[in-house]
């Protein structure tokens, strides 16, 4: 029955448009379809006696003409009473009230259940029905969008529409609930006006009746033009129709395929969809014979559908019965498309859903069997005691069991699903997975670990001497300690790899990070757990991955650190790299303290100028300075060129590079103070050799000073002298950079002025920094007097204007290092004598003359090796930095040392 049709998940559209036979009362069981064959009498037939329920007295209950499955449309304990049914419906009714619905039409012998709000059109349905004239017009409209009730066109409806039956009304005081029961096709033929009457007001005291009627005259249609009724008079109440009929048709044998083949498609979309079944049986159980009869088979079979408003309009207004037919076809086969996909995807949703439950039930008894046996217990349960595992190798101190034990427990009472247990959990973990009292076993053999150190750098030996006191200090202490220390050097030098070589003779473990351009203070210090993604800092990440107290960590580009709202990394690092303070490093995360006292902590930095001077107090620093001609030559031979053999897949039949091609490549290719350019250009020599080994089948190529340029074209420097033979009022100075040193020509040229005594003036070009501004003048004051103490006759200065330049204008030059060679470049023009021959300088000159020491000994004494030169002059206080050189850097020049420019002045201006 259709409650318990209504009870089931029915697509909307079948809601709308379709309602059986069987949603009537008992009273109309016996009610059977009426064949096309039967023809009443028009206006002989007798009209039923209808019951009209007051609006005072109905039942209020509110019934949704789009039901959900707990609110049927009709519940037999309402207060609502059927209305007998006429047996024969006339022929010929023209004038009905106008019943506009959207979308979905109603087919001949289909029910649609409507509710009706507006009040002018609910009082001409109640005077309808008093009048025992219970008929309406169900007509579509053309927008599907339209919510109007009553229409105010008749070109707002298709002109063709269903003639129906009000078989059940309920009045709901504001509004009206109708079951109609269409018949049979009708159209629009005419606009008839008719005033509304009046509401009636119920009076007290009122009681159900039932208003017997007796058969009523003929229709009469009223036309009036009244003014009180305003808007009302333009909109379709009511209309006069005419009957559609079909066009007569033969069965032919067309005609029964297509009726066939519309059977057949129904009986498909019933298998595919049960919803279908119980309704088309209702459907059927009163009509034998509509299978039969193409032209309600066409109906039903459209009804069946949720096709558009134009396709299903195009059958009701269809008369050719075969073309109508097809149309119904039409649609059922896109319906049956349509299920078939829904089908589809349902059994696919289905398989998905069933192996999903099937995995979790086995899962979930799988859990319980394991947890009955023994074999498992609760995922808290698990989660503790791996912490409780991890702790019984550990050595915790006092302060971290107390914070462990606490989270602990806390964790025993948390919801394994809350989030505060997973902000427990993790916190737990990394407290658990730091080595607390676990340490590496350190290398304490002083001759195993110089032998580490040699087979992986050449050079060094400031580096290699300090790890090994490193050593020997633990090795007399007995115990494992930590050290600060900063390696300083240009780049590719081997600071960071000689880090690892380190850590390898150390026998210690190796972490490495970088602290170029970080400004989160976060980064090195942790977050607090409060933030999502919250972790500890780098050092505690360091101790988690070596999984010892003691590793070695490397911390590059300790000079390069930047700064931002976060904080100031470096002043972070203060507590890190203390001596006396990391042995209880607090890291925002734990929040626990953590030993850092045994970490040996290895910094790289290019220049320590911009390293802030309390964290440059903290730290050991080692100058690591480039490397002289001939060391490059043994790093290449040693470590570059079985490096890149490896790399290339060559090996010495294949290319054989000359001491004399590697010489070339070091003078003209590659002066940088590191040999990280060198590798490149080995690479790059290697790599043409193979294409040559590969393509050219050539073998045993040999690569001397002659063919160089065809591997590595043109040579880069020529020479780093700009003057053969230095020419008077041009001298040689020493400068030092952060890629090491570098020769520094200073250029001087006198312009006599018009008169004499007015000269003087000095004129600076060349990039210069202030500092060598400041230079230039104590030397140009300087050069005056000592000038007028060597020789009074000499009036030079007086008589001249001056231009200073230095070289290379686009690079920026600073520092005070150059006063001796600005004086010794003035004196030479002054005087009109060049300086000694392959004679270079440096040294910072006071007003009074003195000569201060100056930094970068190393760096520019390789400097002046590599252009040439055989005389330096240094600083007098500089002696102890030029001992410290090895032999190889001190061989092949001849160094002087000044304290005073007086000796200056004799050495670079002497016969000899």
């Known amino acids: 029955m259709l409650p318990r049709l209504l009870a089931r998940p029915l697509p909307n559209h079948f809601l709308t448009s379709i309602r059986s036979l069987s949603s009537i009362r008992p009273t109309f069981s016996n009610l059977s379809l009426v064949p096309p064959s039967a023809k009443p009498r028009p206006f002989l037939c007798t009209l039923p006696q209808l019951k009209y329920v007051a609006p005072s007295i109905i039942n209020p209950k509110y019934f949704s003409t789009n039901p959900t499955e707990d609110e049927p449309i009709f519940d037999p304990e309402d207060g609502m009473t059927s209305v007998p049914s006429t047996v024969t419906v006339p022929d010929v009714w023209p004038v009905v009230p106008i019943i506009a619905v959207n979308r979905h039409p109603v087919f001949p012998k289909f029910i649609k259940i409507i509710e009706v709000n507006d009040r002018n059109m609910m009082e001409i349905v109640r005077r309808k029905v008093k009048l025992n004239q219970p008929y309406c017009g169900i007509f579509v409209k053309k927008n599907d969008e339209n919510a109007d009730e009553v229409v105010q066109d008749m070109d707002d409806l298709y002109p063709t529409g269903t003639f129906a039956q009000i078989v059940e009304l309920q009045d709901l005081g504001s509004r009206l609930r109708m079951v109609l029961m269409a018949h049979r096709r009708i159209k629009l033929t005419e606009h008839v006006k008719e005033l509304p009457v009046p509401p009636r007001v119920p009076k007290e005291g009122d009681t159900p009746a039932l208003i017997k009627m007796e058969p009523p005259p003929d229709p009469e249609v009223i036309s009036v033009a009244d003014e009180t009724m305003g808007n009302n008079g333009d909109r379709v109440f009511l209309a006069e129709t005419e009957n559609v009929k079909h066009d007569p048709f033969e069965t032919s044998e067309e005609v029964k395929a297509m009726t066939q083949e519309v059977i057949k498609t129904i009986r498909d979309i019933i298998a595919l969809n049960p919803l279908y079944r119980d309704s088309l049986q209702q459907m059927l159980q009163f009509g034998q014979r509509v299978v039969d009869n193409p032209v309600y088979l066409s109906d039903l079979g459209a009804a069946l559908t949720g096709g558009e408003t134009t396709e299903l309009m195009a059958v009701i207004e269809e008369k050719d019965v075969p073309n109508r037919l097809m149309l119904s076809l039409n649609l059922l086969k896109k319906e049956y498309e349509l299920s078939k996909l829904q089908q589809k995807i349902g059994k696919e949703v289905e398989e998905k859903v069933k192996v999903t439950q099937r995995k979790y039930m086995l899962g979930e008894q799988l859990k319980v069997i394991k947890k009955e046996l023994g074999m498992e217990k609760d995922d808290t349960e698990t989660i503790i005691e791996k912490y409780m595992k991890r702790l019984e190798e550990l050595t915790v101190p006092e302060a971290a069991k107390t914070v462990i034990d606490e989270e602990i427990n806390k964790l025993r009472f948390l919801d394994a ?17 730091i080595p607390w009292g676990i340490a590496s076993e350190e290398n304490l053999d002083l001759q195993k670990a110089r032998t580490v150190l040699d087979d992986d750098h050449y050079g060094l030996d400031d580096v290699k001497k300090r790890i090994l006191e490193f050593i020997a200090v633990s090795q007399l202490k007995g115990s494992v300690q930590g050290k600060i220390i900063c390696l300083a050097g240009p780049p590719g030098v081997g600071k960071t790899s ?67 709202y976060q904080g100031d990394p470096s002043a972070a690092l203060l507590e890190m790299l203390d001596p006396e303070q990391n042995n209880g490093f607090m890291d925002h995360y734990l929040d626990v303290p953590v030993d850092l006292s045994k970490v040996l902590f290895l910094c790289t930095a290019n220049v320590l100028d911009t390293i802030p001077d309390p964290l440059r107090d903290r730290m050991e620093i080692i100058n690591i300075s480039g490397y002289v001609a001939e060391e490059k030559l043994a790093i290449a031979e040693k470590y570059l060129i079985p490096q890149v ?36 250009q080995i690479e790059k020599i290697y790599r043409k050799v193979a294409y040559k080994v590969v393509h050219d089948k050539e073998d045993g190529i040999s690569i001397n000073e002659e063919n160089l340029s065809d591997y590595v074209g043109k040579p880069i420097f020529t020479s780093e002298k700009m003057y053969p033979d230095t020419p008077a009022g041009v001298a040689l100075g020493l400068a030092w950079t952060s890629m090491g040193g570098s020769t520094l020509y200073i250029e001087t040229l006198g312009q006599k002025v018009k008169e004499a005594g007015s000269g003087g003036a000095l004129e600076i070009t060349g990039n210069l920094g202030d500092v060598m501004k400041e230079s230039i003048k104590i030397a140009g004051t300087f050069a005056r007097v000592f000038l007028e103490k060597k020789e009074d006759a000499n009036s030079y200065f007086a008589d001249h204007k001056f231009h200073l330049h230095v070289p290379e204008g686009a690079t920026p030059k600073d520092g005070p290092s150059a006063g001796v060679t600005i004086v010794t470049a003035l004196l030479s023009l002054a005087c009109d004598k060049p300086i000694k021959k392959d004679l270079a300088m440096t040294g910072e000159l006071s007003l009074r003359g003195k000569v201060l020491p100056v930094g970068g000994i190393k760096e520019k004494v390789i400097a002046a090796k590599r252009a040439g030169v055989t005389t330096v002059i240094l600083p007098a206080d500089n002696r102890k930095d030029f001992d410290d050189l090895s032999d190889l850097i001190k061989s092949d020049v001849e160094v002087h040392f000044a304290e005073n420019y007086d000796e200056v002045y004799k050495i670079a201006f002497s016969e000899e």
Not at 651 to 679: D, M, P, Q, W
């Open 645 to 680: 053999e490896e790399l290339t897949g060559l090996n010495k039949s294949h290319i054989n590079l000359s001491a004399e091609g590697l010489n070339t490549l070091i003078k003209f290719y590659c002066r940088e103070s590191g040999v990280r350019s060198l590798r490149k």
């Open 417 to 433: 699903h809350s989030s505060e247990f997973s902000v427990t959990r993790n916190y737990l973990d990394w407290l658990t997975v």
């Open 498 to 564: 000689i880090a690892k070589s380190i850590a390898n003779s150390l026998n210690r473990n190796f972490f490495r990070f970088s602290v170029g351009g970080l400004s989160d203070v976060a980064e090195l210090k942790g977050h607090r757990r409060t933030y999502i993604g919250a972790m500890p800092g780098k050092a505690v990440q360091a101790l988690k991955k070596t999984k010892s107290e003691n590793p070695l960590i490397l911390i590059d580009e300790i000079d390069k650190m930047g700064r931002g």
